[in-house]
């Protein structure tokens, strides 16, 4: 065109370029903007079918967890010292400890049966506090009864069918535990033991 109306210069495509870039910005975050919301939707379903997050699904499992008492065993049954009959032998040089010892062990409800020397097979052949020396089932019962009253002391079995037990004094022999000493050993052994609770 020409005249007034005649237009120079560059001026017109400058005007037009700006308004472009600016629609195709808004277009990009526009777009972004809607692959967030779409993707974060997505999470959220997938969470909704998988059960959610893991931590709140094990808080949950163990306030499920139901409240057990601990089971007690029962307490195990031992013969009274007035039902193990105890023969007592020396196996020392020291005179005159099987009747001492016997009149101990009566003092405390033991029931007494022979009390004099060791024989061959043990005279002065036990080193430590004393040997308990009775039939298999003795060790049920009355070896561990007996064996509250002295510490150390070696437990063997014979071939015997009889009940009572020989109480064989050894050369570490110097007292009987403390009727205290006894006496916390038997509950020990007669105190009922609580069984583990389950676990969760």
Not at 154 to 177: M, P, Q, Y
């Amino acid at each position: 065109m020409g005249g007034k109306y005649r237009i120079t210069g560059d001026a017109y495509p400058r005007m037009r370029r700006p308004r472009k870039r600016r629609r195709l910005v808004l277009a990009g975050v526009g777009a972004v903007v809607a692959l967030g919301l779409a993707g974060w939707g997505t999470l959220q379903l997938i969470d909704v079918f998988t059960g959610g997050d893991k931590s709140a699904a094990a808080a949950g499992h163990k306030r499920a967890c139901p409240t057990v008492k601990p089971a007690v065993a029962p307490a195990k049954a031992l013969p009274k010292p007035a039902a193990v009959k105890v023969n007592v032998y020396n196996a020392t040089t020291r005179s005159g400890l099987a009747k001492d010892a016997a009149e101990e062990l009566k003092k405390r409800g033991f029931a007494i049966g022979e009390v004099g020397n060791a024989s061959k097979e043990y005279d002065k052949k036990v080193p430590g506090t004393g040997v308990l020396l009775g039939a298999p089932a003795a060790k049920n019962g009355g070896f561990t009864v007996l064996g509250t009253q002295l510490a150390g002391a070696v437990e063997k079995t014979d071939a015997r069918k009889t009940g009572e037990i020989d109480l064989i004094l050894g050369t570490k022999f110097k007292a009987f535990s403390t009727p205290q000493e006894a006496t916390a050993a038997m509950t020990a052994l007669t105190k009922p033991a609580p069984a583990p609770s389950p676990s969760c």
